[in-house]
């Protein structure tokens, strides 16, 4: 998951994070780049409580000042050739293109993202659809239970749909006040932020309800079924 191998703490690598100074540009393995918070504000965020009670920072998560890209197979990220299957347990599944995903209801919401590779990022900028409004529009049967969002190249993850209809739970396609860029999963993504970012499948193509759970691309390969930062889900 770091750079495409299994993430494991490492004592070493925390230290030498710590050892930087804030603002600190850090090139990864395979180049891509990321930035330090200032141990102030990581301080701050461990203190800060959420409206929930839960800490801003959840346990053992460092600060970025801006997403990391991870990685991924990317899809196609023209708007003109996207398409969103909503499917599953109900009762009218439906596909839309991105226009229509524009038409639909669009919520603005500022939100803390926790990457289970130990980075969080506070106060994160999207624009997008409310997943419930979907659910509403495909007329949800009450037998469903679960949510497998479906990615380009096979890549899926599960949400217990108690978790997948919270109000901050979007298809996002804007980011930091401008389009998703393709790293991030151009056009479209969903978007879980209160469950470690894994879930959070960029390049969406589909959301798939069902009765049954069925565990995703890293719910197979050693991660957490639930992935709750606060409860330190990372491994299964
Ligand atoms: N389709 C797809 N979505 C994905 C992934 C992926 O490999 N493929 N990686 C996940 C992981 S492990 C993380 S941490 C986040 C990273 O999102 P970012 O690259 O925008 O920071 O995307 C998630 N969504
Ligand atoms: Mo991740």
């Not at 600060?63 to 109900?90: C, F, H, I, N, Q």
Request: charged share 25%.
């Amino acid at each position: 998951m770091d750079d495409s191998q299994p993430f494991r703490p490492s004592m070493s690598r925390r230290i030498f994070l710590r050892g930087l100074t804030a603002g600190a540009v850090v090139t990864a393995l395979g180049g891509s780049t990321y930035v330090l918070a200032s141990e102030e504000e990581e301080k701050a965020a461990r203190e800060t409580k959420r409206p929930d009670g839960r800490p801003r920072l959840p346990p053992s998560q460092y600060l970025l000042k801006a997403l990391r890209p991870m990685g991924g197979t990317e899809g196609d990220p023209s708007p003109g050739a996207y398409k969103l299957k909503v499917w599953g347990e109900v009762d009218a599944p439906f596909e839309i293109d991105f226009a229509e995903l524009l038409r639909m209801p669009q919520v603005e919401q500022t939100c803390d993202v926790h990457c289970v590779t130990k980075w969080t990022m506070l106060d994160s900028k999207w624009t997008g659809v409310r997943l419930s409004d979907l659910a509403a529009r495909a007329k949800l049967k009450t037998t469903a239970r679960h949510v497998v969002f479906e990615a380009v190249a096979g890549y899926t993850a599960n949400v217990p749909l108690r978790d997948a209809m919270a109000p901050n739970v979007l298809v996002a396609h804007r980011h930091a006040g401008q389009a998703l860029r393709v790293p991030h999963g151009a056009p479209a993504r969903i978007l879980v932020p209160d469950l470690y970012f894994w879930k959070s499948a960029k390049w969406l193509t589909g959301i798939r309800f069902v009765a049954a759970d069925r565990p995703g691309y890293w719910e197979t390969r050693g991660y957490h079924n639930h992935a709750d930062p606060w409860k330190e889900e990372r491994y299964g």
